[in-house]
């Protein structure tokens, strides 16, 4: 099979809101075209960016930074780091939904999609709705719950076809239905409880269908609709220090579906890369290693075909730069059963009785099976790729992963077989940290002495895989690194608090030099950008617009990426090209000439302070049970609270109390208002009548009228 064709260049039926730009000729090699001339990528020279340095030299990350990769987190729609200028690129799955008035959310009526590329559109309709059923409309999210964290302005949304698309949400303030195909929609993201994009079909033409949906970033419409250039300069900033990409959560490796076969791969044209089969498409992959001149590292299916691992080794061959080198994994921890991976692994391994001692093993049959099968599929793995890349296997580094609490595991999985021949690396992951609400009382206790021991413990583990390794003669990796925290994501989480208090920085670098001196040759940090929750605190930084002076883990391990460089990286971008100058300070130079504004300032050179603006409100404090009014003003950020109506309590006024529990006389109405029971009164019921059970208080008194056959004795 062909390796992956290019990246798709579609425009909308109407003409897109930009002209095409001068072609470059001859075309760029390893470059982008801008205004016809190219701009060549990281390390790469010449007219037509044709002059790549030899593997292991020039200023790029991988042949620089021979410490330090990053994990990449995975797409979606509430992801804070803006990967793709096509925000569509990571909306979630179609919800089926009703035009009846007080329907559900999602009606989970199914939704008859496209899955032919022989009609209208070809490829770029797959996955949309081909008919509507009766009363039918389906919807999809992006930029959901960033909590203000995107680009605001004018998005461009294009697509195919003929039919009815609405958007809104409270985010939307404009639309403009100005053409078929092309909608320009003002968009300001906040913390609102209906924020976000919803992108919405509402009729849809069966033989003309709406398709190939482009929801652009402001300014980015040339880049994403004529040219080749799908990631946000900003994106590629942050990336640029690092010499390894882990593209794990980018393929989907954690999830039950995967592609089995090589006509399963996810495809440029795939409608998203956050709902869709396998993730990320491997151009784009690809792309971004070739782009920043960093080396990828890549995650087979656990299921997938020696046919389908042969093609995607033979892609790479075929499209990756020729200075870079690939890692290669297969599946994702498996082992142990938590993945989807880890449990195929195990079935396949008792299946094709994998086992050496059986019972007998430290770890029991089923474990050895599962270890063995891991191990030995990974070397056949190898073999494939090495074959493939004949006469050039030094830049194949194929990895196998084990558990960091057990080197006798390890051992397992380069032993069972002789499975060491044919792996080059064993790889763990020495998280540190992890949060104890009755140990750690408090975040001084917390930062200054249980993170130094547990960094300490670690190391002691991470020890006995380098003995595991040097056996075999392999070198030691970390697949992942970092932070392991997690807490309650409460206001008090300690867990997040650490992550973004200052002494982290220290603690970052003490705990990258202490990996290092017990000679791991590579350490992947993960992971690259998100929020901080109860989930964990995996994010270098927690938004993509985040100020890098303000994120101490991210400080942290440029100080020691810096430390450690063998030559140095590219330059940034000029801060004296873009406003302000400098974006006065208070934002990111893009390499565009144009600056992203760090979140709490705008305005082209960022000089204007806005609020990022915080709202603990609910839904309009529980249906206008209270006033949403500003409780907190720190730093750039305002924090909207709930004042509640009297009698009306709990931060989003969701609880309603009368007085007195109505003295267990009346029944408590919404408004906090006690209905009494007949024969009593007052506000809260407390006044007895004296009806005895068979009258009730006469009306603004206190005297009984009495049931019909009763009177007052």
Not at 130 to 158: C, F, I, M, N, W
Not at 416 to 423: L, M, Y
């Amino acid at each position: 099979a062909a390796a992956p064709g290019a990246l798709p260049r579609s425009s909308a039926d109407a003409s897109p809101p930009v002209a095409q730009p001068p072609a470059c000729s001859p075309a760029c090699v390893y470059g982008s075209c801008v205004n016809g001339s190219c701009v060549c990528w990281a390390g790469v020279s010449g007219t037509s960016c044709d002059t790549v340095p030899s593997p292991g030299s020039g200023n790029t990350p991988s042949a620089c930074n021979q410490r330090v990769g990053i994990n990449l987190a995975g797409i979606s729609d509430w992801a804070r780091g803006w990967a793709f200028v096509d925000v569509f690129k990571a909306s979630r799955a179609w919800i089926p939904q009703t035009f009846l008035s007080g329907g559900p959310w999602s009606t989970g009526v199914p939704i008859s999609l496209i899955n032919r590329t022989d009609g209208p559109g070809g490829r770029t309709a797959v996955g949309y709705p081909a008919v509507l059923a009766p009363l039918q409309k389906v919807s999809t999210l992006v930029e959901r719950d960033l909590q203000a964290h995107a680009p605001g302005g004018v998005y461009s949304v294009l697509y195919d076809g003929k039919g009815s698309l609405e958007l809104g949400m409270s985010d939307v303030k404009d639309v403009a239905y100005l053409v078929p195909g092309y909608i320009p929609v003002t968009f300001y993201p906040s913390t609102d409880f209906n924020n976000g994009l919803l992108v919405q079909i509402e009729r849809t033409d069966p033989q003309d269908p709406i398709r190939n949906i482009r929801v652009i970033m402001p300014g980015y419409e040339q880049a994403a609709v004529w040219g080749d250039q799908p990631f946000h300069p900003a994106f590629l900033e942050f990336l640029r220090p690092f010499g390894v990409l882990r593209f794990m959560d980018w393929m989907h490796s954690n999830a039950e579906a995967l592609p089995k076969e090589w006509d399963e791969r996810p495809r440029p044209e795939d409608i998203s890369f956050a709902s869709n089969l396998g993730g990320v498409p491997l151009e784009y992959m690809i792309k971004l290693a070739n782009m920043l001149g960093t080396d990828p590292w890549f995650n087979m299916p656990f299921a997938a075909s020696d046919d389908y691992v042969t093609q995607f080794a033979t892609a790479v061959r075929d499209t990756l730069r020729p200075d870079l080198r690939v890692y290669v994994e297969y599946g994702n921890e498996l082992w142990h059963t938590g993945f989807p991976g880890g449990r195929y692994a195990q079935a396949m391994g008792l299946a094709m009785n994998l086992t050496e001692q059986g019972d007998k093993w430290y770890g029991g049959a089923t474990n050895e099976a599962r270890l063995c099968f891991t191990g030995q599929r990974t070397a056949n793995i190898s073999k494939i790729w090495k074959a493939v890349w004949a006469g050039h296997t030094e830049r194949v580094i194929v990895v196998v992963s084990g558990q960091v609490s057990s080197n006798i595991s390890s051992d397992k999985l380069l032993s069972c077989g002789n499975a060491s021949k044919h792996i080059d690396a064993l790889a763990i992951a020495p998280y540190f940290g992890s949060y104890n609400a009755t140990r750690d009382t408090n975040l001084t206790i917390f930062m200054n002495t249980t993170l130094p021991a547990q960094i300490n413990d670690i190391m002691e583990q991470v020890k006995r895989h380098v003995v595991v390794a040097a056996k075999y003669g392999k070198p030691l990796l970390a697949y992942e690194a970092g932070q392991g925290m997690a807490g309650d994501g409460s206001s008090t989480d300690l867990a997040i608090q650490a992550n973004r208090d200052p002494a982290m920085a220290g603690i970052y670098r003490t705990y990258m030099e202490a990996l290092a001196a017990v000679n791991i040759s590579r350490i992947v940090h993960y992971s690259s950008i998100g929020s901080y929750t109860k989930y964990g605190s995996w994010g270098l930084m927690e938004a993509q617009d985040g100020d890098p002076s303000e994120a101490p883990k991210y400080q942290g391990l440029m100080s020691y990426i810096n430390s450690s460089l063998t030559c140095a990286l590219p330059d940034p971008p000029d801060p004296s090209t873009c406003p302000g100058p400098g974006c006065s300070g208070n934002g990111l130079c893009l390499a565009n000439g144009r600056c992203m504004c760090y979140s709490g300032f705008s305005g082209d050179d960022c000089s204007n302070v806005t609020y990022v603006e915080v709202y603990n409100c609910g839904y309009k404090c529980t249906f206008d049970q209270g006033w949403c009014n500003v409780s907190t003003i720190t730093k750039r950020t305002r924090t909207w609270s709930c004042t509640c109506k009297p009698n009306i309590t709990g931060l989003t006024c969701s609880i309603v109390s009368c007085p007195n529990n109505c003295n267990w006389n009346g029944e408590c109405l919404d408004q906090g208002i006690c209905a009494c029971y007949p024969g009593y009164t007052g506000a809260d019921c407390s006044v007895d009548c004296g009806c005895g059970g068979h009258g009730r208080c006469a009306a603004n008194s206190t005297s009984c009228i009495c049931d019909v056959g009763w009177k007052q004795g």
